[in-house]
C-alpha cells in the first residue's frame, strides 16, 4: 500500500500498537561506504521518485554505509513494535510518541538543531519537543486550506471568507441547483476538521501545561455552527473523491473545498488563476486563523548501537544539506519545507497561492500536540461526528470529551 505524505496530517499522536515486524531490518544493504553500518527507515510514499531521491541521499553520505528501509503496510505499528528490539533501525522517520519519550526508546536529537532551531517552523516543531527536548528533527511541512473558486465567489457577489460566520453564509449563497458551497469531505468534516475549529476559535486541544485546550463555551459555539453547514445543505456530500482529492473542486461540483497543498499543482493545471486559498476562518472576537500542519522527522533509536553516527547522520540529512530538504519538499509532491529560511526563497513558493499558503502556515499553522493521544482523538472525534452529522447538543458532547482527556491526560503525566 502506497501512502500519500497527507497521512502524516494524523500521525503526530501514533498509534501506540505493537504487532510483528518481520526480522528484515534493512541492515547489510548499504550503499556500500565506509564508517559504521546505519538503516534509516521510511514509510511507503505515494509520490513518484520520493523512494529514489531518499536512496541518492543515503548514497551521497561519506560518513557511514547507510541501507533504506522502504516499508510498507502499517508504519507506525511497525516501528512501535522495532523499538522495543535490537534488530530496529538506527533512524526511522516518523513522529516520536509521548510513550516513546517517556520510555526511553528515541534519543535526544537538541544538540543537532543549535543555531538552526529558530529557523525551524514552531508549528511542526512543537509536537516533536518534550520537556524542553527535541525528539525528532522536522522534514517537511503538510498544510491543510480551504481553496475557493474566485469567479464562483465573484458572480455570487461573495468575498471570501474572513470568520466562521461568513464561512457559512457564503456556502449558503453559493449552493445552487448544480454546484454545493462547501466540500470539507464526504463525512461533512467530522474525519478531517479535528481541532482546527477549536484554533479558530482561540483555543486549542491541550495547553502547553498539559491542560484541556477546550473546556470553554466558545468550543461548543464554534462547533455548533459546524451543524449548520449540514442542515442547510450547503455541503457537498457523497463526491466521487474524498477531501484530499481536489477532483470535486475542479470538476465545479463545489465553489469551495478542503483540501492540502499538495492538490495545488493539479488545481493551478486546471482552473489556471481562478483560484485562492484561505486559513480556517477565525470564530468569535479571541479566535484567530487556523491552518493545521503535520510532519514526519528523522528520529534515532536509543537502542542504535552506533548512536553517535546515526545523530551526525541526520544532522548531515536534515539539517546541513538544506539542497536536499528542499528537494524533498517540492520535487516529489507540493510542500513546505520544515525550515523557513528555504520556504522563504523557494522558487516554487514563491508567486500567488503558493506564496499565501506559506505566509498562512507561517503566521497561523498548529500541529497536533504530542499529548493529544489516540484515546483522547477517538473520543473528540466521534462527538464532532455527532455534531456535526446528527445535530447533537455540543455543549453536553464536550462535557464527556473534557472529562475523557483530562483522565487521558492525567494518565501519561502519571509515566516515569
Not at 465573484?154 to 441547483?177: H, I, Q
Not at 503566521?363 to 484515546?375: E, K, N, S, V
Request: some cysteine.
Amino acid at each position: 500500500m502506497a501512502i500519500s505524505r497527507r497521512t502524516l496530517l494524523t500521525a503526530g499522536a501514533g498509534m501506540g500498537l505493537l504487532t510483528a515486524c518481520g526480522s528484515n531490518t534493512g541492515r547489510g544493504d548499504g550503499n556500500g561506504g565506509s564508517g559504521p553500518r546505519l538503516s534509516h527507515w521510511y514509510h511507503q510514499y505515494g509520490e513518484a521518485g520520493t523512494e529514489q531521491a531518499v536512496k541518492r541521499y543515503a548514497a551521497a553520505y561519506t560518513e557511514a554505509d547507510v541501507s533504506v528501509q522502504w516499508r510498507p503496510g502499517n508504519y507506525d505499528q511497525q516501528t512501535a513494535a522495532a523499538l522495543l528490539t535490537d534488530s530496529g533501525p538506527d533512524v526511522f522517520e516518523g513522529s516520536p510518541t509521548l510513550d516513546q519519550i517517556q520510555g526511553g526508546q528515541v534519543a535526544d536529537l537538541t544538540d543537532l538543531l543549535d543555531g538552526v532551531k529558530d529557523d525551524i517552523n514552531p508549528a511542526v516543531l512543537q509536537p516533536k519537543t518534550y520537556d524542553g527536548r527535541i525528539w525528532g528533527i522536522p522534514q517537511v511541512v503538510d498544510v491543510q486550506l480551504l481553496y475557493y473558486r474566485k469567479s464562483l465567489l465573484a458572480d455570487a457577489g461573495v468575498e471570501p471568507p474572513a470568520t466562521l460566520d461568513e464561512l457559512v453564509d457564503a456556502a449558503a449563497e453559493l449552493t445552487t441547483k448544480k454546484v454545493k458551497g462547501l466540500f470539507l469531505g464526504n463525512d461533512g468534516g467530522a474525519g478531517v476538521l479535528g481541532g482546527t475549529p477549536l484554533y479558530a476559535a482561540g483555543l486549542s486541544l491541550v495547553t502547553d501545561d498539559g491542560t484541556v485546550g477546550f473546556d470553554d463555551p466558545a468550543a461548543a459555539r464554534t462547533l455548533g455552527k459546524l451543524h449548520r453547514l449540514h442542515a442547510d445543505g450547503s455541503l457537498l456530500l457523497g463526491a466521487p473523491a474524498d477531501w484530499s482529492d481536489p477532483s470535486a473542486f475542479v470538476q465545479g461540483l463545489t465553489a469551495v473545498q478542503w483540501s492540502g497543498l499538495w492538490a495545488l499543482p493539479q488545481v493551478r493545471k486546471e482552473l489556471g488563476d481562478d483560484f485562492g486559498v484561505l486559513p480556517f476562518p477565525k470564530d468569535g472576537d479571541s479566535g484567530r486563523p487556523s491552518v493545521p500542519v503535520g510532519a514526519y522527522g528523522a528520529v534515532v533509536s536509543a537502542r542504535s548501537k552506533h548512536r553517535e553516527a546515526a545523530e551526525e547522520y541526520v544532522k548531515w540529512l536534515w539539517v546541513d544539506r538544506t539542497d536536499y530538504q528542499e528537494d524533498f519538499a517540492l520535487s516529489y509532491g507540493f510542500h513546505i519545507p520544515s525550515r523557513l529560511s528555504l520556504a522563504k526563497k523557494a522558487e516554487k513558493l514563491k508567486e500567488g497561492a503558493a506564496a499565501d499558503a506559506v505566509r498562512f502556515t507561517t503566521d497561523h499553522g498548529y500541529a497536533q500536540p504530542l499529548r493529544w493521544t489516540p484515546a483522547s482523538q477517538t473520543a473528540y472525534q466521534d462527538a464532532l461526528s455527532r455534531i456535526i452529522k446528527g445535530g447533537a447538543d455540543p455543549e453536553r458532547e464536550l462535557r464527556t470529551v473534557v472529562r475523557e482527556v483530562r483522565a487521558e491526560l492525567d494518565r501519561v503525566e502519571k509515566k516515569p
